[in-house]
Every structure is written in C-alpha cells, then in structure tokens.
C-alpha cells in the first residue's frame, strides 16, 4: 500500500467504461469504496466514480499484503488501484452493471483518503431527515440519483446555449448588484463598504438590463441567469433560483411562442426522447379561468368547470342569487 499527498496511481480510466474488449488490460482505477464482500480469503471491492461501478478483486494469491491493507477499507475510503481486467466466471456476471462482464484483479492500492465513520448509509439515505443530509451534503450528492440530476441539468444548459445561438441568440451576462426596482416580491440587500449607510439590490430579474440591451440594438438576447426574491417559500417558490432569460426585438407574441415551442420540443426530445406536438394548445385567459379556474390548467385531465347558472337563476339561495347578479356564474364540476 502507498499512501501520501500525492496521486502515483493516476488513473487510465474510469469505472463506467471496462467491458470484455478490455480483458487482458493493465488499468488504473481511482474512486470511492462502494460495498466490499469477503468470500472465502478473496475481497471483492465494489470501486465507484460519477461514471459507474467496477469490481475490484484483492487475491492473497497475487499479493498478500496488498490484500491485508485492502481487508481495512470500508465504506466511501478514497483509493486507487492497479491491475488487470479478467472477464467474471458466467455464473458470476451481473447485467443490472455496465462493467458487469469484467472485474480488476488488484496487484497495487494506494489510499488515497481514509474515511471515518459514516453519519449515515448512502444507500440508508430514505430513512435519514432532510435536514441530516443537509448537513452531509457532500455524502448526499454522492448518490447516484443526485449526480445523475446534476448532469441532466448540466446537459440542459448546455443544449439551452446551442438552440438559442442557432437561432441567432446572444448570450449576454447582466450585473448582480443592482439597484432595487419595484417588482413582485422584496430584495435581498448588499450593503456597500465603500458608500456607508447605502446598499445593492440582488435582482429578481434582468428586466431593466434587458430593456437597455433591446434599446441598444440587440435585438436577441439571452441568458441563463440567478434571480432572487426574498418570499415566504413554497413549492413553486424559492429565494434563489435559475431561470433561461430570453428577449426579442421587432416580434409579436407568436414570434415569441414559436421559438418558446422549438425549445420546449427540443429539450423533451433531446433529454427525455420524447415528442410533444407543436404548435402547443391555446387557450385564451378568460376561457381557461371560466373553464378550469386556474390560469395554468392541467389539460391531461377533462375536468371542466360547467356553467350552471339557468339553473340557479331563479334561485332563492342568497349566495347564487347575489353571484350571478353580480356577473358572476355558479361553475360545478362533472365527477
């Protein structure tokens, strides 16, 4: 075993890509102590990175020591090996793994980074309060769904960036520290240093900086940008978030809904493989209030609001009388 500041085993690739093409190879692998199972005086070493899991084998017939130091990793230990790719006995193949045809039978194990004792089980995480996870949040975001979320979002913005160029789009970043405009939600403030006593707002958005930039002749303008609004939280509500900004010159509103749908289109085809129709439904505000209550319908469902007010017209009820004098309409819902 070495163990030191410094990387000796620098690693020839990942634990995502081995498969049988690579039996009879030399490799140097880096990554964390997923699991570890010792059967019968062999040690099995589950060793992962963000790019998958490979099996380590540690053999006291290919090198005692080397298989005594490897008997004291546990769990999320950093370390790299050295050895040579062997396709798995038929009986001892997974096929739920990517490398689940091969495994790397170890001659050499640095340690990289010991590991103490877990506050929790990454695979135990269900069973862990938020506010634990939290707390690990670098042992949370070693979870493979949490990485897979990360580079899904990664993979958005880089293909956010590659439609809007095509479509003549410039990626243009505006200033965080602003001055406070009235918008819908308070301001974070930032106090200055160098003028006492006064303050920068973060923005809720780049409104007014996007106005100036349309007026200046950009004509496309875009930008994937933090905003922050200092609200009461709630699901589709948070003090800081990520949003595509987009602004157009010399268009109409289905100029700007055409290449909103391009996108949209684009990203469920690209990222989920999936095909959404275009042009998207329209409805107009007051249909969808009058027939769904809500500004933002959910259409998956025919739940319609039916207009029932001749049957309440002449209705000796206060509350329908004074709604329908009022120009109002007494709505139910068909169940």
């Known amino acids: 075993m070495k163990s030191g500041n410094g990387l000796k085993l620098k690693r020839t690739c990942t634990c995502g890509e081995l498969n049988l093409s690579n039996a009879g190879q030399e490799v140097i692998l ?38 005594d130091q490897a008997k004291k990793l546990r769990s999320e230990f950093v370390i790299a090996v050295r050895g040579k790719v062997r396709e798995r006995p038929a009986e001892a193949r997974n096929p739920e793994m990517k490398t689940g045809d091969i495994e790397v039978v170890c001659s050499e194990l640095e340690i990289l980074n010991p590991c103490k004792m877990l506050p929790f089980e990454l695979k135990d995480y269900a069973e862990k309060s938020e506010e634990l996870r939290l707390k690990y949040r670098y042992l949370d975001l070693r979870r493979p769904v949490l990485q897979q979320n990360l580079m899904l979002r990664h993979q958005l913005a880089q293909l956010t960036r590659r439609f809007f160029s ?8 505006t200033p965080f520290l602003t001055k406070s405009t009235p918008e819908g939600a308070r301001d974070f403030i930032v106090p200055s240093r160098i003028h006492p006593g006064k303050f920068y707002a973060l923005p809720q958005s780049p409104q007014t900086y996007k106005q100036i930039l349309m007026i200046a002749g ?38 700007v809904m055409q290449v909103v749908e391009q996108y949209m289109a684009l990203v469920f085809r690209e990222l989920l493989d999936k095909e959404i129709p275009v042009p998207f439904t329209k409805l107009p505000y007051s249909d969808a209030m009058e027939t769904y209550g809500s500004d933002k319908p959910d259409l998956r469902y025919d739940m319609k609001i039916r207009n029932i007010s001749n049957i309440f017209r002449k209705s000796e009820f206060k509350i329908f009388r004074s709604a329908i004098d009022g120009g109002g309409f007494i709505g139910a819902l068909v169940v």
Not at 34 to 58: E, K, S
Not at 232 to 250: G, N
């Open 218 to 255: 950009f004509d496309r303008y875009f930008q994937i940008v933090k905003c922050f609004r200092d609200e009461d939280l709630r699901k589709d509500r948070q003090p800081e978030f990520t949003q595509v900004d987009v602004e157009m010159s010399f268009v109409d509103e289905n100029d």
């Open 166 to 173: 095509d479509q003549g789009f410039i990626e243009i970043e």
């Open 30 to 67: 880096n990554g964390w102590v997923d699991n570890w199972r010792d059967l019968g005086g062999v040690l099995f070493i589950g060793l992962r990175d963000r790019y998958g899991l490979t099996q380590a084998v540690f053999s006291p017939e290919i090198s005692r020591d080397i298989y």
